[in-house]
C-alpha cells in the first residue's frame, strides 16, 4: 500500500428539490469517506516504503531494512487494538501475516518472500470485499453511501427506499464491491510476480505505483458502473418524494 490523495469522483447529479425550511449551519467540511475508508491501506505501504529506503541510505542490510519496514502496519494493528481495547478478526489475520511473514524471510534471509507477504493485505481485503458483495452484505457501503447521498436527508431517505425496492440499485451497490474486491485481488497477484521477478530495491518503491494506479483505475471504474447511476437515481427518487 502506498499514501495518495483520493479526490472525489467528478459526477453530475440532478438537481435536488429541497423543501422551504429554514437554513441549516454550514456543516463542517470532513475527509471524503472513500479516502477515510482507504487510509489505512494506503499508510500501510507508504510509511514502510520510506522506512525501507531511509534504513538503506544509512546502510541497512536489505533483509533487515524490509523486516524492520514491514513491522510498521504490525505496530499501527497492535496500537489500534489497545487503543480501541477491542480485537477484529480482520485486525488480528493482518497482525499475524506480518509477524509470520516477517519471522520466516529473517530465518530464510530471503527479501523476496518478505516483498511477496505484503500482497497478502490487499488480498485479505480484496477478498473480503467479494464475499460480502455476493453475500450481500457489501462492506464498501459505509463508503459509497455517503459518496451518494452528500449529506442530504432527503437523498439519505431516497437511498433507503431504493435500496429496499430496487433491484437495479442493488446492483450497481453490488458492482461497486465486486470493482474494488476485483481491483484489490488483481494488485495483490501482479505484485506476487513483481516479488519473485523485478530487483528488490525496485520493487519496494514499485509496490507503493501498483497500489496508487489499482486505485485510480478502481475510483474510475467504479464511478462509471456504480457511483454516477446511483447518484441519478437516488436525485430522482428524492424529487419525486
Not at 109 to 122: E, T
Request: charged residues 15%; proline residues 6%; positive net charge.
Amino acid at each position: 500500500m502506498s499514501v495518495a490523495t483520493i479526490t472525489e469522483t467528478s459526477t453530475t447529479v440532478a438537481p435536488e428539490v429541497r423543501p422551504a425550511v429554514a437554513p441549516e449551519a454550514r456543516p463542517t467540511r470532513a475527509p471524503h469517506p472513500m479516502l477515510q475508508s482507504l487510509a489505512p491501506l494506503l499508510l500501510d505501504a507508504g510509511v514502510p516504503m520510506a522506512a525501507y529506503y531511509a534504513l538503506k541510505a544509512a546502510g541497512t542490510g536489505t533483509v533487515a531494512a524490509l523486516a524492520i519496514s514491514s513491522a510498521i502496519p504490525a505496530v499501527r494493528v497492535v496500537w489500534g487494538i489497545v487503543k480501541n481495547r477491542r480485537l477484529n478478526g480482520f485486525a488480528a489475520l493482518i497482525l499475524c501475516v506480518n509477524v509470520v511473514s516477517i519471522a520466516l524471510s529473517t530465518v530464510t534471509g530471503d527479501p523476496r518472500l518478505m516483498l511477496a507477504k505484503d500482497s497478502a493485505v490487499s488480498s485479505v481485503v480484496g477478498f473480503g470485499i467479494l464475499f460480502s458483495a455476493f453475500a450481500g452484505r457489501p462492506v464498501m457501503r459505509t463508503a459509497l453511501k455517503p459518496a451518494v447521498v452528500k449529506a442530504s436527508a432527503a437523498r439519505a431517505a431516497a437511498w433507503d427506499r431504493l435500496l429496499e425496492t430496487s433491484a437495479r440499485f442493488r446492483r450497481f451497490e453490488r458492482n461497486f464491491s465486486l470493482v474494488w474486491g476485483t481491483a484489490l485481488v488483481a494488485e495483490c497477484a501482479v505484485r506476487i510476480v513483481g516479488a519473485y521477478t523485478v530487483p528488490v530495491d525496485t520493487m519496494v518503491a514499485l509496490g507503493g505505483g501498483i497500489m496508487i494506479a489499482t486505485i485510480v483505475l478502481a475510483i474510475m471504474l467504479s464511478g462509471g458502473l456504480a457511483v454516477v447511476p446511483m447518484q441519478y437515481m437516488v436525485g430522482e427518487e428524492a424529487e419525486r418524494v
